[in-house]
Nanobody, 125 residues
Framework: EVQLQASGGGLVQAGGSLRLSCAAS????????IGWFRQSPGKEREPVSY????????YYTDSVKGRFTISSDNAKATVYLQMNSLTPEDTAVYYC??????????????????WGQGTQVTVSS
């Protein structure tokens, strides 16, 4: 059974940090890319970051560049999202997803096959 378990969310003050984890099982981890998406109430799900686990290639949406860092521990089949300098605008449910999107589709949720359950991140001002 394919599972993606997202964890690490919580409540933090503006300027603080959190590290999200996405633990994968049930598929060959190295064969897939992992994307992080987020969704806040009344908004569409938006891409945050992406990592190609086969070679470590990464992508960040402009709003998180320089603040967020994505990494992968292939031995543990886990992807991390280190989030620093958090702002209230980062408040959302964060989801991890696995897929094999082509480069032009890494920001499209429809390009990912498997999804985790989401973890809530709340940043207070």
């Amino acid at each position: 059974e394919v599972q993606l378990q997202a964890s690490g969310g919580g409540l933090v003050q503006a300027g603080g940090s959190l590290r999200l984890s996405c633990a994968a099982s049930g598929f060959t981890f190295d064969d897939y890319a992992i994307g992080w998406f987020r969704q806040s109430p009344g908004k569409e799900r938006e891409p945050v970051s992406y990592i190609r686990t086969s070679d470590g290639g990464t992508y960040y949406t402009d709003s998180v560049k320089g603040r967020f860092t994505i990494s992968s521990d292939n031995a543990k089949a886990t992807v991390y999202l280190q989030m620093n300098s958090l702002t209230p605008e980062d408040t959302a449910v964060y989801y991890c997803a696995a897929g094999n999107p082509i480069l032009s589709s890494i920001n499209s949720a429809r390009a990912y096959y498997y999804w985790g359950q989401g973890t809530q991140v709340t940043v207070s001002s």
